[in-house]
């Protein structure tokens, strides 16, 4: 069994508020969930970040591993060493994206774009 440390979202509609829990990787984060090791409020100013460092250490002595965003915020909290975001490409946005294929003379692809045979027998 491989585990995870994900979030698992709580909270009303608008107002999330997340556990940090440890879920076999392959059921749904929505799933029961094996134990719950903290909790995240990125509402509040400045977030509240409340792990139990050693509930953690211990599932990641055991295996589990991190998702990415737990994986930033046990950097913060020094569970685990910090990520080091330097020479990473940042992904452009869907504009941005569309910007500079049309300045490099590409046709841009519309999001509805059919077939060809379906074209072909609507003509």
Do not use: C
């Not at 069994?1 to 879920?23: D, E, H, N, S, T």
């Not at 076999?24 to 134990?35: C, F, G, K």
């Not at 509240?48 to 046990?74: C, E, H, M, S």
């Amino acid at each position: 069994m491989a585990a995870k440390l994900k979030l698992k979202r709580m909270g009303a509609k608008k107002k999330p508020i997340y556990r940090l829990v440890v879920i076999d990787e392959s059921r749904p984060t929505t799933s029961v969930a094996l134990d719950t090791v903290g909790r995240y409020e990125p509402r509040h100013n400045p977030p509240i970040i409340d792990f139990n460092a050693d509930k953690i250490k211990a599932w990641l002595a055991k295996g589990a591993q991190p998702t990415d965003k737990v994986r930033y915020l046990l950097g913060k909290m020094q569970i685990l060493s910090p990520l080091n975001f330097e020479g990473k490409v940042k992904r452009k946005s869907k504009k941005e994206a569309a910007a500079a294929a049309e300045a490099a003379g590409a046709k841009p692809v519309p999001a509805t774009a059919t077939a060809p045979a379906a074209e072909a027998k609507a003509a």
